[in-house]
C-alpha cells in the first residue's frame, strides 16, 4: 500500500509539473483519447472516475474499433480502446501501436444474427449466404470460429465488410442474410427489430479487450497514460458493481433507450485485468486464424503488441 501510494503522488508530481506538456509553466499536455459509441467515454463519465484529473482529455468518437485504431496509429489521438482481434489487425498491418491494458469479458457481446423468419436454422445454414461484419473486428473473428465449427471455409459464403451503420441499414432492408457485430447493435436487433441470435461469442472468444496507445504517447506522455488507465480499471470496477446505474448513464449518453442499454451493459461487463502471457498467447492464437484464413499475411511477432509496464495501473 505504502509503495502504491508513492506511485500515485510521483506520477501526480510529475503531471503537475508539465510532464509530456509543452513548455515549463505550460502544465501537462492533453491526452488525447478515442471511444467507440458507449465504450471508454460513456464508463468514465458516469463513473465519475476523472474528477480531479491534472490534465485535460480531448475526446474523439469512433463508430468502430478500425478507424479508431487508424487514428491512433496515426497520432491522431493518443490511446482508445478496441477488441483483440481488431487491435491485433491493426498491429499486424504495420501500425505502431501497443495495448497498455488489458480487460475480460464474455464473448456474449458478439453475435451472429439473422432476420425474424430466416430460413437459415444452423450454421450450417450459412453455406453460400451473404453475412457482414467490419473487417479485421471482433464480428470477423468470431465469423470464422462459427465458419471453421461448421466445417466452412470463408470461401463457401459471401463476406461483405461494412460498418456498422451501413451492416445495419442492410441487415434491415434484406440486403444481406446474416450479420456479425457486438454489443449495442446487438441490443438493437433483437430487442427491437426481432432480430435472432443464432450464434454468439460465449466459450469461442477470449473476451480480451485492450486500451491500445500509440508508441509516440508511451514515450511523451507516460505520466498522462498511466494516470488515465488507474481511473479506467476504477471505472470498469464501478460499473460491475452498478450495472442499473451504468445503464442509466449509458442511455443519456448515447441516446440509446434504456432497454438498449441495460442490455449491452449485462452482456458486455468488462474486468480490468494486466497483460500477462495468456493475453499474448490468445493475441497469437488470433492472428493465426486471422492468417489461416488469408486475411493477414503479415508475419508481424504478436509479442511486441504488449506493453506490461503499466500493469501496477490495474491494482485498486
Excluded at 464474455?106 to 444474427?113: C, I
Excluded at 453475412?131 to 466452412?152: D, N, P, Q, V
Aim: proline share 4%; aromatic share 6%.
Amino acid at each position: 500500500m505504502q509503495r502504491r501510494s508513492l506511485i500515485a503522488t510521483l506520477t501526480a508530481a510529475a503531471l503537475l509539473a508539465g510532464c509530456g506538456g509543452g513548455g515549463a509553466g505550460d502544465g501537462p499536455a492533453p491526452l488525447k483519447v478515442g471511444s467507440q459509441r458507449g465504450g471508454t467515454k460513456a464508463i468514465l463519465v458516469a463513473s465519475g472516475a476523472l474528477e480531479g484529473a491534472p490534465y485535460k482529455i480531448e475526446w474523439s468518437e469512433f463508430a468502430a474499433a478500425q478507424p479508431l485504431l487508424e487514428a491512433v496509429g496515426a497520432g491522431a489521438v493518443d490511446l482508445g480502446e478496441a477488441g483483440d482481434a481488431p487491435f491485433l489487425f491493426a498491429y499486424a498491418g504495420g501500425s505502431r501501436i501497443k495495448a497498455v491494458q488489458a480487460g475480460r469479458s464474455g464473448g456474449s457481446s458478439t453475435a451472429l444474427l439473422v432476420r425474424k423468419g430466416s430460413t437459415i436454422h444452423d450454421l450450417a445454414g450459412l453455406r453460400g449466404r451473404k453475412i457482414a461484419t467490419g473487417r479485421g473486428s471482433i464480428g470477423h473473428y468470431l465469423l470464422l470460429r462459427l465458419l471453421e465449427e461448421a466445417g466452412l471455409k470463408p470461401t463457401d459464403v459471401q463476406i461483405v465488410f461494412l460498418g456498422p451503420g451501413d451492416a445495419k441499414a442492410a441487415f434491415t432492408s434484406g440486403a444481406i442474410d446474416a450479420w456479425v457485430t457486438w454489443g449495442s447493435y446487438v441490443a438493437l436487433a433483437k430487442l427491437h427489430d426481432d432480430a435472432t441470435i443464432l450464434a454468439d461469442g460465449d466459450g469461442r472468444l477470449g473476451g480480451y479487450g485492450y486500451e491500445a496507445a500509440s508508441e509516440a504517447a508511451i514515450a511523451g506522455k507516460r505520466p498522462q497514460v498511466e494516470d488515465f488507465l488507474r481511473r479506467l480499471a476504477k471505472a470498469r470496477r464501478w460499473a460491475g458493481e452498478h450495472p442499473q446505474e451504468f445503464a442509466a448513464a449509458l442511455s443519456k449518453e448515447t441516446g440509446l433507450q434504456p432497454d438498449v442499454a441495460l442490455y449491452t451493459v449485462q452482456h458486455y461487463r468488462i474486468a480490468p485485468s494486466a497483460i500477462d502471457d495468456a493475453a499474448v498467447a490468445e493475441g497469437r492464437a488470433v492472428l493465426d486464424r486471422f492468417r489461416a484464413a488469408g486475411a493477414v499475411t503479415s508475419t508481424r511477432d504478436p509479442a511486441g503488441a504488449f506493453d506490461r509496464s503499466f500493469n501496477a495501473a490495474v491494482a485498486p
